[in-house]
């Protein structure tokens, strides 16, 4: 990561220059498919040789629990809602990321900040104070989002595990019941990180593809990222590395 | 979730009040902040306490962090925030709208004064609680280190905690000498909060009744214009007589 930047306030003790290994954010709304693409990735890139993290939102030694406790009802506020996220993703920067980037592992994430600042969006119309919140998050090297339409979106999770209570945004009272109420949230999250692929540079990769098309996609873009100087922890040098013929 | 974020250093709207206390440990600030509950309360007034990292949900998970000794400064004070932010909605803002006086043992200052000890930003740390209701007095137990020092040693508790002592950052192997260290950091950020966010300093190597009384004249004429909320005790008693009035006639 050389032209490793913080998005705001950083972390006081590490310059992010130090880091060798890659950063590469997956985003996209719920049901999209981000976890079955992730795990494809991370098979083809250590056939590869690289040595793969993934790490996923909320899945913290430190906050899993309490996350989930807290969706059980004993959180409602905007800010502890948003505070709660960026605990967790703190613990996993500092403890699985950064050790990880450091040692010059691929990171694959699964979401990233982005979420927490198109969730924070959604329910308080500011952008500014989640911003600042995560301002100790490094800049990704890469971030791809699988974009998808709520008309498709909502068929697809109706077919596969169904619409749950956080995912339709309930708390926030958008619709008179779960399916309403999904297509108004999950619509505004849609809105919210349009607007986020065009400030952020997102490479934006269309979910309504099959699979197969979507998975080509995400390894077309993670490619040049291999090629430009990265040290992989398994493998001497460049030439070694072939690029997976699609799946 | 639609509420406006209060602007920091701005009066709040809300019709009751907010008192908080800050200081180093061995200041003295909640024994002053209880002594002051007592008087309140004995003037009528309907009071809420609240205090630091107190939140159930946040307690466990800080207590978690502490045991695999996984916590950072970065999600130390994340969790603190949250803990706060917790209990502003549901501790801090419905007694004020409803008219009450809220005493806060501690608040967002001691995480500008201790977290930035421990190493975060002081920019980030600020922008973080910048959705804090400013209080409408803020008051602070300054205290040199020596005094606070024998108060913990003497005193009830007769011990340093490892974390109060900031034993986990490795400053000194003694505890008194640690607590030394790390507590003279804290006091050296606490006088940059006090200019920044004009607390009121207070003497507290003074007797106990001697502070106390300062602090009760201060809030009395701090509280000159507000409107005291009484509770329903009072209102139920006269709504009773005036139904129970005609029936012995």
């Not at chain 1, 032209?3 to 060798?20: E, H, I, R, V």
């Not at chain 1, 198109?118 to 995560?134: E, H, K, L, T």
Request: glycine share 6%; proline share 5%; with cysteine.
């Amino acid at each position: 990561m050389v032209d490793a930047q913080y998005f705001g306030d950083g972390l006081t003790n590490l310059n992010p220059s130090d880091l060798k290994g890659k950063l590469i954010a997956i985003e996209g709304t719920d049901g999209v498919g981000r976890s079955t693409h992730i795990e494809m990735l991370q098979e083809w890139l250590e056939v590869q040789g690289y040595g793969v993290l993934t790490t996923g939102w909320t899945r913290s030694n430190l906050m899993s629990k309490t996350i989930e406790m807290a969706k059980e009802g004993n959180i409602l506020d905007r800010w502890s809602f948003s505070l709660l996220y960026a605990t967790d993703f703190a613990d996993r920067l500092e403890h699985e990321i950064i050790p990880a980037l450091r040692s010059g592992f691929i990171v694959l994430a699964d979401r990233y900040v982005y979420t927490a600042l198109a969730r924070d969006f959604v329910r308080s119309g500011n952008r500014q104070w989640v911003r600042d919140v995560f301002g100790f998050a490094l800049v990704p090297d890469l971030v791809c989002y699988m974009r998808i339409d709520v008309e498709t979106l909502v068929l697809r999770v109706i077919e596969t595990k169904g619409m749950n209570y956080w995912e339709s945004g309930m708390d926030l009272r958008l619709g008179s019941d779960l399916y309403d109420s999904f297509k108004k949230y999950q619509s505004l999250l849609i809105e919210e990180f349009d607007k986020m692929a065009k400030e952020f540079h997102f490479e934006v990769i269309d979910a309504r593809q099959s699979p197969d098309e979507i998975q080509t996609a995400l390894r077309s873009k993670i490619q040049p990222l291999l090629t430009t100087s990265l040290q992989s922890p398994k493998l001497p040098s460049d030439h070694l590395i072939q690029p997976a013929p699609s799946s | 979730m639609s509420e406006q974020t209060p602007l920091s250093r701005h009066p709040h709207p809300y019709p009751g009040k907010l008192i908080t206390v800050e200081g180093i440990d061995g200041s003295g600030k909640s024994t002053q902040l209880q002594l002051l509950h007592k008087w309140l309360e004995s003037k009528g007034h309907r009071v809420f306490f609240t205090e630091w990292n107190s939140s159930e949900l946040v307690k466990e998970t800080t207590k978690r962090g502490k045991k695999n000794k996984s916590l950072t400064p970065t999600t130390f004070s994340l969790l603190h925030a949250t803990d706060f932010a917790s209990r502003q909605y549901h501790e801090i803002l419905p007694p004020l709208k409803a008219g009450m006086i809220v005493l806060a043992d501690r608040y967002m200052y001691t995480a500008f004064a201790r977290d930035v000890v421990r190493g975060v930003s002081p920019e980030w740390i600020r922008k973080l609680y910048s959705f804090a209701i400013t209080p409408d007095m803020a008051f602070y137990f300054k205290v040199p280190i020596e005094t606070a020092i024998s108060r913990l040693l003497g005193g009830t508790r007769g011990q340093f905690k490892f974390y109060e002592a900031g034993m986990d950052m490795n400053l000194n192997p003694d505890m008194t000498e640690s607590f030394r260290i790390f507590q003279s950091r804290i006091l050296a950020q606490y006088e940059k909060v006090v200019d920044e966010f004009h607390l009121i300093t207070m003497d507290a190597t003074k007797d106990i009744e001697a502070q106390q009384n300062e602090m009760r004249r201060l809030v009395e004429e701090a509280l000159k214009d507000y409107k005291p909320r009484r509770g329903t005790h009072g209102r139920r008693t006269v709504f009773w007589r005036r139904f129970d009035e005609p029936k012995p006639e």
